[in-house]
């Protein structure tokens, strides 16, 4: 310790070990990203059963069906922001692929990338238009009168919508990091999301650019997605399957298709703004959502560290549902690692089986190959 | 200070010497087309044209003409136009010296009007008639110039020990009050429509550069409070000898601190306001650049977007339409 008080000896011994080591690291790294690299995304095997516009029905077949499984096949309805791939990111941390194992018959929505003959779609047309389609699919597929269905952010609060519009479709409803309750200022999104004008931007862009968002969503931690991601990424830019992961995840945040730009005005007046869902006041297709006729039992999961959609925009939705049977899971973690973390993914996936099981009748089938024919 | 000069007798001088040039530089373009056949007035007609221009025209080593068709002169095939570029020639020195010397002509009668200015020869009248307009457009863009060159007068009041902070505010000030008003200066004419939308797209750009570089600047505030409290901290923990053997603890120690400065810059109004104020200079910027876009595309008989946006618009209602009649042809909406 020298009369400034800082070790300085002993930090420049460290810095120059830590400089030799450096230089032995980006020999390594230079090596792993000039060589072949194993980053796809989105590996595990599906096939498109219906396909409406861009968007498509995608269906993962289990691979075994063990006796106990749930046979009720499970709709998973993403955000219209990023893309769906996000589920099924790398192996061993697939959430897609942990359905699968368990025996679930497991569909999903790939929405595309809306281009300009798009903007014109509204809430009212995902919901009673494509969900509503692509749940009268499976359920042709099933011959089953209700199937299950997740949603996941954005594509949560609509999957809220249409279970409150057609219930009897919906035997049980999965909310994950779902926003219900946006009249909040514990996330940012929450807070900048009451200065924008929608209408303004609407009418100039049409529908609103991906890069757009995603630069928004950086903005939300600067520190952290701009900066010290990537002095991570140099750190261990020598260890290969590191360096996979990461182009996996890079992949994915950046792969950012448009949003229709009539849904984006009214998600963010009614909700982010007006925040009418929550009161039952919001309208779609001329019809009133009200949250009372969700009387299929709700299983609501959310991130204590999600700083996009934060607990206080998700707890509320249980409250003000018409169903008795309804359980709040608080996770410890953030907006993404709920689907991608080693850790949560040891409790999410097995939470969401477990209880569905436990709500399980048996009276769903294995699916039909031509759907058109009931 | 220089004695203000007469402007009919400078526009005068201005018109002889522009009809001077003007009347050589057209007697200038007989040569390329010479003399055809071999009547003495064709070849009268060439020497004039030679003359006046003082060339000859360039010919092979068999004498033909090496500038064009109309070289081949001998050649009978082309004799008929030949004999009518002779002409042609002949009629156009003839002009010429017609134009010139009505220009140069003598001066009419004084005025016979006690007071009524003498009316003088005709490129004085000439210069009479255009002299009060080009004075006028000469007065304007001089005060216009004169106003571009105290563009920075409004800089005064701005302080530049903090330059990093001001020189914004002055650039916002002197294009609101120097530039931006040319730019909004009505246009005038067949063409003001195209000229508006020009003016305003360069206008809607210049205020979303400004309102990036304003958000930029504010982005760029934690930083800088995050190196100074970083140094706060750093004393702190020297004078508890809890001073972090390790450089990267260093880096981590900075990087809580800038992460807690974003996040509180990120919740005060002023961001929110700067944020607000970006997207709608972002907003204004594309519409300024969608109506320029489709001012150009129109000229090519190309859609515009708010053609197709009209297409879309029906396509989708028509679509719905036809989704609402196929729900209800199978069996009230139980389409299973």
Known sequence: MDKTGFPVDLILSKLAENTIGAQSRVRQASEIMTGP???????????????????????????????????TPLLIIYALINRETMLDLQPGRSVTKSFLDRGMDVYMIDWGYPAEQDKFLTIDDHVNGYIDDMVNVIRRRHQAEQINIMGICMGGTMSVIYAALHPDKVKNLITTVTPSHFDTDKGLLHVWMKAVNADDLVDAYGNIPGDFMNFGFLLLNPARLMLDKYVGFMEHADNKEFVENFLRMEKWIFDSPDVPGETFRQFIKDCYQGNLLIQNKMEVGGKRVDLKNITMPVLNIYGKFDHLVPPEACEKLTRQVGSEDTEDVCLETGHIGIYVSSKTQKEFVPKIVKWLKEREPDTASAPTKNPDQP | MPEPTDTSTMASSLLDAWLKSTTDFWSGTVPPFPAAGSGKD????????????????????????????????????????????????????????????????????????????????????????????????????????????????GTGKFNFDSLDKDALAIWKTIYDNAFRKFLKAPQLGLMREHQERVARFFDRFTLLETALAEFLGVLSIPFKQSFDDFQKKLTELAATGKAPTEPNDYYKIWLRILEGHYMTLFQSPGYIQTLAKTLAASAAYTRAKKELISDVLGQWSIPSSNAMDALYQELHVLKKRMKQIEKQLTSNGDDR
């Open chain 2, 42 to 153: 064709q070849e009268a007609a060439r020497d004039t044209a030679t003359a006046s221009s003082g060339d000859q025209p360039s010919q092979d080593e068999n004498g033909r003409n090496k500038n064009g068709p109309a070289g081949n002169s001998r050649d009978s095939k082309t004799s008929g136009m030949a004999d009518g570029l002779s002409f042609w020639n002949t009629d156009w020195s003839s002009g010429a010296q017609a134009w010139q010397s009505i220009f140069s002509g003598p001066k009419l009668p004084d005025s016979p009007i006690p007071g009524f200015p003498e009316t003088g020869s005709f490129q004085e009248t000439l210069a009479k008639m255009t002299g009060p307009v080009f004075s006028a457009v000469n007065t304007m863009i001089g005060e216009w110039m004169q106003q571009s060159g105290t563009a920075g007068g």
């Open chain 1, 37 to 71: 690299l194993e980053a796809e995304i989105a590996q595990t095997p599906y096939e498109i059963v219906h396909q409406e516009d861009r968007v498509k029905l995608k269906y993962y077949a289990p691979e075994k069906q063990p006796a106990d499984r749930v046979k």
